[in-house]
């Protein structure tokens, strides 16, 4: 089996780094919500309760991602390497 | 996993409209770009002379636009969530409709987004969710709840899709780079096997609760707020039976198209439509339950500004919106799918077509008579759309169509290696499920 060149691992690597930034960007707007709610003591256990939910799921798909992203790259290098 | 060059040979089929376009392909599309570009000029026009292009005012803010997000979101529920819940309970039959079912969703959730942008008016408006949202409002639960399933759902599509899309790696040389990247080195070893299953599975059950949420989340919108036959409990599962009942029909109408155009008859065969059928018909009986105790609720309570939107509603200038709905979302489909003489594909169709209608008038007529009749001193207003909103609504069911024939045209529309799998473990794995479930066979000796 032909390894992929270079750039194709490049340009995914670059995928999953986006898609991470995507992620936090999403938990630091959450959190940048409770804060300003926090801040105008405008009932801040609303967007505290709503991030219990909103931030785990973001987290868990993000690692689903990686654990395929680096369970199959990972598989092809170890194969590789033998 | 993978599979075999002898075995793949007899699915090639799913791989001919990847590597064939017809004619008929390029006038298709080159009619709905022109739809799309009429969409474009009548949004222009909105955004340079603002929401007043359209038929919204005073009292009734929210109209086509609205409408249509609920409606597609709706739609969404076709895909992740039905293909969820069958892979969940191993059903077989639905490996030649999963895929479908999951563009759909990816697709028709990017629009239903887009709609409400529209609504906005001024796009940079939606900014104001970034800087200064406030998570006391329903509005901003549908942002997160959205924007959630959105990306669930696609890391979902796209999971099932990595196998697929090696294949055409190592046998399609026109954008072979796309296949490269997305096939992350896949080359089916055990391994990447287990990996791939082990999140396919925990991705179908973080969708289903996902899905359920986003449509409770949109019913919220409404029943959170003190208005007229919107405040009530039930709006959350109302909406989710309404958004599942669309999405199945979304989901057949689309089957039968590709099934003609891609000649996929050896794929889905009637029996899928038979399943697929009785489904309808069991959600269609559901809805007319949900309508049925919405209304008699209401009308029992006899409050007088919920009386003035139900009768509006029943006999009043909504009236022949009510008893369509009426018509399609039960009688129609009910008509058609309880006989096994015309659940046949056609029936299918037919049922399927009224109640993609029916549903987009349920959307219209829960949002547009509420508004026409507030408890704010104005006058009773009637909504009508102008040829603004009537351009936007075309140019996003235009959209919906070409983004979904372009996936056909560069990824398999059905799963190969599902399919293939069906082949090879699926009647084995299906063989030992239905001997667990019944008892065992008594020896000899235990009989005495």
Not at chain 1, 55 to 72: K, R, T
Not at chain 2, 301 to 322: Q, S
Not at chain 2, 425 to 433: D, P, Q, T
């Amino acid at each position: 089996m032909q390894r992929d060149p270079r750039w194709v691992l490049y340009v995914q690597n670059a995928g999953l780094f986006l898609f991470t930034v995507f992620v936090f960007g999403v938990i630091g707007w959450i959190i940048r919500l409770i804060r300003l709610s926090w801040t105008l003591d405008d009932s801040p256990s609303g967007s505290i309760a709503i991030s219990l939910i909103a931030i785990p799921v973001f987290l868990l798909l993000l690692g689903v991602v990686n654990y395929v992203f680096w369970g199959i790259r990972g598989a092809v290098e170890k194969e590789d390497s033998q | 996993m993978r599979p075999d060059a002898p075995t793949l040979e007899l699915d090639l089929a799913l791989i001919n409209p990847i590597v064939k376009t017809s004619r008929t392909f390029f006038i298709a599309a080159a009619f709905l770009l022109l739809v799309i570009l009429w969409a474009n000029l009548a949004y222009r026009s909105q955004l340079v002379e603002g929401l007043g292009v359209t038929g919204l005012n005073q009292p009734v803010s929210w109209g086509f636009y609205i409408t249509n997000f609920v409606f597609f979101i709706g739609i969404s529920h076709a895909g992740t969530l039905i293909s969820a819940i069958l892979r969940i309970a191993q059903a077989e039959w639905r490996r030649p409709i999963t895929r479908m079912a999951e563009v759909i969703t990816v697709v028709v959730l990017f629009l239903g987004a887009v709609n409400i942008i529209f609504d906005l008016g001024r796009p940079d408006r939606a900014l104001n969710v970034i800087y200064w949202g406030r998570y006391q409002s329903p509005l901003l639960w549908d942002v997160t709840s959205i924007t959630t399933y959105l990306t669930a759902s696609t890391i979902y599509l796209y999971l099932p899709l990595i196998p697929d899309v090696a294949i055409l790696r190592d046998r399609v040389s026109r954008f072979n780079w796309l296949y490269r990247i997305l096939a992350l080195g896949w080359r089916g070893t055990e391994r990447q096997e287990k990996v791939l299953q082990r999140a396919i599975a925990i991705m179908a059950i973080v969708v289903i609760p996902v899905a359920v949420s986003v449509h409770s989340v949109v019913s919220f919108v409404f029943s959170m707020t003190l208005q007229p036959m919107w405040h009530s409990t039930i709006f959350g599962p109302y909406f989710v039976v309404g958004a599942i009942f669309s999405g199945i029909a979304a989901l057949i109408i689309a089957m039968v198209v590709v099934r003609k155009v891609y000649h996929l008859e050896a794929y889905m065969k009637p029996i899928h439509f038979n399943y697929l059928s009785l489904l309808l018909l069991i959600m269609s009986l559901l809805w007319f339950y949900f309508t049925f105790a919405e209304y008699l609720t209401g009308y029992y309570g006899g409050e007088p500004e919920e009386m003035k939107v139900f009768w509006a509603k029943l006999t009043g200038d909504f009236a022949p919106f009510f008893w369509s709905m009426v018509l399609c979302n039960f009688f129609i489909p009910v008509l058609i799918l309880s006989f096994r003489r015309t659940r046949t594909i056609l029936g299918a169709l037919l049922a399927s077509s009224t109640v993609v209608i029916g549903m987009w008038i349920e959307r219209f007529i829960i949002i547009v008579p509420t508004l026409s009749h507030p408890r704010l001193p104005h006058a009773a207003a009637i909504y009508l759309p102008s040829l603004v909103e009537w351009a936007m609504f075309a140019g996003s069911i235009a959209t919906f169509i070409l983004l979904y024939m372009v996936f056909t045209k560069l990824f398999p529309i059905i799963s190969l290696w599902e399919i293939q799998e069906g082949r090879e473990v699926g009647l084995r794995h299906m063989e030992e499920r239905v001997r667990a479930y019944l008892p065992s066979t008594p020896t000899p000796s235990s009989q005495v």
